[in-house]
């Protein structure tokens, strides 16, 4: 492996933009892991589309790549600041996961994490890998149509899983080995997607702290993500090149790209952030509707609902009880699965259930008296999920334009 900078050789050639690159051949041919600097559009030299495209293709080629500084330094500080008390509470080898420490739940837990889940260079690089299979060769194909997967025909994607992986001193040595030896992420469906002609997922791992050879940088089987078929069992060894990175970098890489984590031999925590994205139509690997509930989630930017899956990626998938989308039901604030009613839709006294479309004033004073009833009831015998319930009925009467008191 060596590491040639732009400015001190004449071979490099082959990667545009590209400032650095380490190469190696292996039984995939000749790659490089290509690094890219983020500064170039804090700059204003590139706009971030000219700059995804650059990382695009060096993705194409090689199945990975690096952006350097694509966050700064306090902002990762920052997230491990927050992530610090579930990281401490966390054992070594949960789930077998040998010399890691992994948890999630990010977008709940640390609001700084966003900025890294939805950096915009990012979205942009997922948007291309999923929504437009630029990688695939093959078309987007949606209800037998194909397409070029341009605007409006595009597959839908979204977060997939939100870990930081602490591997500590020793973590992947002899004896704290890590479960995930070199591996390839897509197989988790259980479907064999590469005779389906789609890219499924798309993965990056963000340096919180520096990562180095001896602390365990990711480590990257250069051109994996080509293999044809994709299960031969070469490829899952050296050479491999280390994703050396300054913190606040980030690599990305496909689900087909075979990589792990590497032996931290330091006495430092190597600390990552490994955010991954998928088809909006697949199952997720960390259920962000359950890692991230409507409660918290109600109150986060609408991209940020969005890319969890709080909204409809497909015709009804999603739906949530009377067949509404996330968006209208559960991220609204007074809507509760078990309080009849709560469902948002305008109700028609002469036509709807009497209980929640008051005829009239008098009608309405009447429902709501007898409400405040069963809550008192309720609270006395010290049922207080039915108290809850009720109280939610009562503000949905009171607050929703549904009924004629409002009409
Ligand atoms: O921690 C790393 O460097 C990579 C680990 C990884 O990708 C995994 O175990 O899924």
């Not at 690159?21 to 589309?49: P, Q, W």
């Not at 499924?200 to 990711?218: C, I, K, R, Y």
């Not at 032996?263 to 088809?279: E, F, Q």
């Not at 697949?282 to 509930?293: G, H, I, R, S, Y």
Request: net charge negative; aromatic share 6%.
């Amino acid at each position: 492996m060596t590491c040639i900078r732009r400015n001190d050789s004449p071979f490099f050639t082959s990667s545009d933009g590209c400032l650095e690159a380490m190469k190696t051949t292996n039984i995939f041919g000749n790659h490089e892991l290509c690094r890219y600097e983020y500064d170039e559009v804090l700059s204003g030299d590139l706009d971030i589309e000219a700059f995804a495209v650059q990382v695009l293709n060096a993705v194409d080629r090689h199945g990975f790549a690096v952006i350097e500084n694509a966050v700064q330094g306090p902002a990762c500080n920052q997230v491990v600041s927050e992530m610090r008390s579930y990281i401490e509470a966390t054992p070594h080898g949960l789930h077998g996961l040998g010399g890691t420490r992994r948890c999630g739940a990010l977008v709940a837990r640390s609001a700084s994490s966003h900025q890294m889940i939805a950096h915009p260079v990012i979205l942009e690089l997922a948007k291309r890998i999923l929504g437009e299979q630029k990688l695939n060769g093959d078309a987007v194909r949606i209800n037998g149509r194909e397409g070029p997967g341009e605007q409006g025909f595009r597959y839908p994607w979204q977060l997939h899983l939100t870990q930081i992986i602490d591997v500590g001193p020793g973590g992947g040595g002899d004896d704290m080995p890590h479960q995930l030896q070199l591996h390839r992420a897509n197989g988790m469906w259980l479907h064999d997607f590469q005779h389906v002609g789609i890219d499924p997922q798309m993965e990056v791992m963000w340096a919180l702290s520096d990562f180095t050879e001896e602390n365990g940088a990711t480590h990257a089987v250069l051109g994996s993500h080509r293999e044809a078929p994709r299960n031969g069992t070469g490829g899952y060894g050296e050479p491999t090149v280390q994703a050396v990175m300054p913190k606040g970098s980030v690599m990305i890489w496909t689900g087909w790209s075979i990589h792990g984590a590497g032996v931290n031999r330091s006495a430092d925590r190597r600390v990552g952030m490994n955010i991954n994205y998928a088809l909006g139509f697949l199952a997720q690997e960390e259920n962000q509707l359950l890692a991230c509930p409507p409660h918290i989630a109600r109150k986060l930017p609408e991209q940020m609902q969005r890319l969890m899956g709080y909204r409809q990626p497909a015709a009804a998938l999603n739906y949530v009880a009377e067949c509404q989308p996330p968006e209208d039901s559960v991220l609204q604030e007074d809507f509760d699965v078990l309080v009849p009613g709560a469902h948002g839709h305008v109700m028609n006294p002469a036509l709807d259930g009497p209980g929640f479309a008051p005829e009239n004033e008098a009608a309405f004073e009447a429902k709501v008296a007898d409400l405040e009833r069963q809550k008192s009831a309720a609270i006395a015998v010290d049922d207080l999920e039915q108290a809850l319930h009720l109280k939610h009925a009562i503000s949905v009467l009171h607050r929703s334009p549904r009924t004629t008191k409002q009409q």
